[in-house]
């Protein structure tokens, strides 16, 4: 597949950072919910450690560290996510021209759980083009950066994988798509690459191409 113009049998989503501007929200929410129970986590610190990961991810670095996230660290960590998307939660923007005019078939593969994906993509208008195409974290072993998701969303939508391509905007997901063989386009239009070099970092990751704007989404 041509990896400037291709001509995907699959296109895969990712939700948080490509379809939905809600990486910074999501930091937030998770440097006060880890501050309610008494962990200093920074925004930065956030974003640098758990783009593209999934909760599953922050329980083990704390594990690893020796300090364990209390039982009621993640449903109020969901609580909060919840609350903030439904009230704040914006498209990333020309997203939604860009899936309307796709002729190959698409889906989204994301390393938040079902029901964060859903409400992202009620609240931003953008549920109506995915139907029930969305697969997440939840249904494989191994979340990002690991192959599992990406090759599962490929077999469920019956797609060869080196015939898919993944659209990602955290380091992590880059790797898990290349780790699948599959195509990866690289997009740092969200607000959390405000201030850090996306280009470098997704670029260093493996990306085939990294992009800004969803209006150059089909442009060398």
Same mark, same amino acid.
């Given at each position: 597949m041509d990896q400037n113009r291709p001509e995907p049998d699959l296109i895969i989503f990712d939700c948080d950072g490509v379809l939905v501007d809600s990486e910074l929200l999501s930091c937030r929410c998770l440097s006060e919910v880890l501050a309610e129970f008494g962990i200093a986590l920074s925004e930065g610190q956030a974003l640098e450690l758990f783009l593209g990961r999934s909760t599953k991810a922050i329980e083990q670095h704390y594990r690893d560290l020796g300090q364990a996230v209390p039982d009621g660290f993640l449903p109020r960590l969901k609580s909060h996510?919840?609350? @903030?998307?439904? $009230?704040?939660l914006q498209p990333i @923007?020309? !997203? +939604?021209?860009?899936?309307s005019a796709l002729r190959a078939p698409f889906c989204v593969a994301s390393s938040?759980?079902?029901? %964060?994906?859903s409400l992202s993509l009620d !609240?931003? $208008?953008? %549920?109506? #083009?995915?139907?029930n195409r969305l697969f997440t974290a939840q249904m494989v072993k191994h979340g990002k950066p690991a192959p599992d998701l990406f090759l599962y969303a490929a077999a469920r939508m019956q797609a060869d994988p080196s015939r898919a391509l993944v659209i990602e905007d955290s380091v992590s997901g880059v790797q898990a798509a290349k +780790?699948? $063989?599959m195509t990866v386009w690289g997009f740092v239009g969200g607000s #959390?690459? $405000?201030? %850090?070099?996306?280009?470098?970092?997704? @670029?260093a990751?493996?990306?085939?191409? !990294?992009?800004a704007r969803m209006s150059d989404f089909w442009e060398a």
């Open positions: 996510v919840l609350n @903030s998307f439904a $009230g704040s @923007s020309g !997203v +939604a021209d860009v899936i938040s759980d079902i029901d %964060r994906v !609240v931003t $208008g953008l %549920r109506s #083009h995915f139907g +780790a699948a $063989g #959390h690459y $405000g201030a %850090r070099d996306g280009q470098a970092l997704l @670029s990751a493996g990306a085939d191409r !990294v992009f």
